[in-house]
């Protein structure tokens, strides 16, 4: 059988010559000439990270179009074309350049983890971190060593003891295991009881709501990496956390600041709402704090810390 290769003509929207070489854009047709003078920094991006970005790149490539007396059909079908782009409820896409990607919309949230992802790594510098170890390498015959030892950095030690009663340090090396594995998909035991985690690579949509607390850990020292903790309460092994892990550098940084004061407004929303709903339940669970520390079994600090919390203050 012979392949015929059937070549065709297209006229081009801006100079209407016919050409074998173009470009399509929606309805708009450009020979590769009239491309090239179209064509701006960012004329071929597919990749748009938010709504904003489009629009800016639409308004660059409508302001050439009219330089070059396009036709109005052109302008009209490139507005269209870039119009077709934009994501409704699209927040923005903030790539952490370490293999995930955080897709932010106005309801929910999508992370990504791409099989260029070093779950190996990320597993230990999300176990330093929690173990107050930041820039040190720790590996895992260091963790058994120290898993009974007491934390000693109090900022860590209370995410811990937030996050699993007695907080001890081997369970904090399977909280992050299972934090990480999570975003990624399944975690599994085998027989010794190590955590054996398979990386499948995929997307992980959840809804705000679901989470009770955002916590960032930005680089510092010598650290190349930080990540953003979202916290499950529900699930006190962790297993329901979700873990954003990003480079260190300041485009990123800026992104990741914006991301956690978007999220925080999205948690505190939720809090009020709650607090709305149930005034009747908070007042119940002070009263039973209250009588713990009458009985001893809570100090007075623990109180004023779950008083605190309980109170969004
Ligand atoms: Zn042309």
New binding site residues.
């Given amino acids: 059988m012979m392949w015929e290769k059937v070549i065709q003509k297209e006229v081009?929207?801006?100079?209407?010559?016919s050409?074998l070489l173009?470009e399509k854009y929606g309805d708009v047709t450009?020979?590769?000439?009239?491309?090239l003078?179209m064509r701006t920094a960012n004329w071929k991006k597919e990749d748009f990270h938010n709504n904003g970005e489009v629009e800016e790149q639409k308004e660059k490539v409508l302001r050439i179009a009219e330089k070059n007396k396009a036709s109005d059909a052109m302008i009209q079908g490139l507005d269209q074309y870039f119009e077709s782009k934009k994501i409704e409820g699209l927040i923005n896409i903030l790539d952490g350049g370490v293999g995930q990607r955080l897709a932010l919309y106005e309801t929910y949230g999508v992370l990504e983890t791409s099989s260029g992802f070093d779950y190996e790594e990320a597993q230990e510098r999300f176990c330093n971190i929690l173990a107050g170890r930041r820039g040190k390498k720790l590996i895992s015959k260091d963790l058994r060593k120290v898993a009974d030892s007491p934390l000693g950095n109090p900022a860590v030690q209370g995410l811990i003891t937030s996050m699993i009663p007695g907080g001890k340090l081997a369970s904090v090396a399977r909280i992050g295991a299972n934090a990480v594995c999570h975003a990624i998909s399944s975690s599994q035991s085998n027989a010794s009881g190590a955590v054996v985690m398979p990386v499948h690579p995929g997307e992980m949509k959840f809804d705000y709501i679901a989470y009770d607390a955002l916590l960032c850990y930005e680089p510092i020292g010598e650290e190349e990496f930080g990540f953003l903790l979202m916290q499950d309460g529900q699930y006190e092994d962790g297993t329901h956390n979700l873990v954003f892990f990003f480079e260190r550098s300041a485009s990123v940084l800026k992104e990741v600041a914006q991301a956690r004061q978007f999220i925080e407004e999205k948690l505190l929303s939720r809090k009020k709402g709650a607090m709305h709903a149930t005034p009747v339940g908070v007042i119940d669970e002070m009263k039973q704090y209250k009588e713990l520390l009458d009985m001893g079994v809570l100090t007075q600090e623990e109180f004023e810390k779950l008083k605190k919390r309980m109170l969004n203050l």
């Fill in positions: 081009c929207s801006l100079c209407g010559k050409s173009f450009l020979c590769k000439i009239c491309a003078k």
